[in-house]
Nanobody, 122 residues
């Protein structure tokens, strides 16, 4: 059974930083593409960043390029999202997910964590 558990969300002021973590069950970690997604108020769930854990190839949504970094720790089966220069519009629920294709389309991901809330105040 594939399990993903996020942590690291919280409340920060604009310009601040947070690092999200996602621990992935060992049997899934190297089988799938991993991604971070978010759902902000009034919007559909959208892709933030993806990483192919075997090759470390990454993809970012335009709205986070230069601010967020996706990374992995293979020894810990853990995915990270380092978020810098946070903006109020980054407020939302952040999810990690595992899927067969490295795309920013949430529909391509089969397994999801429960999410962690990020709140950025101005």
């Amino acid at each position: 059974q594939v399990q993903l558990v996020e942590s690291g969300g919280g409340s920060v002021q604009a310009g601040g930083s947070l690092r999200l973590s996602c621990t992935v069950s060992r049997d899934a970690y190297n089988r799938y593409c991993m991604g971070w997604f978010r759902q902000t108020p009034g919007k559909e769930r959208e892709g933030v960043a993806t990483i192919y854990t075997r090759g470390q190839s990454t993809t970012y949504a335009n709205f986070v390029k230069g601010r967020f970094t996706i990374a992995q720790d293979n020894a810990k089966n853990t995915l990270y999202l380092q978020m810098n220069d946070l903006k109020p519009e980054d407020t939302g629920m952040y999810y990690c997910a595992a899927g067969g294709y490295c795309t920013l389309d949430p529909g391509e991901y089969r397994y999801w964590g429960q999410g962690t809330q990020v709140t950025v105040s101005s």
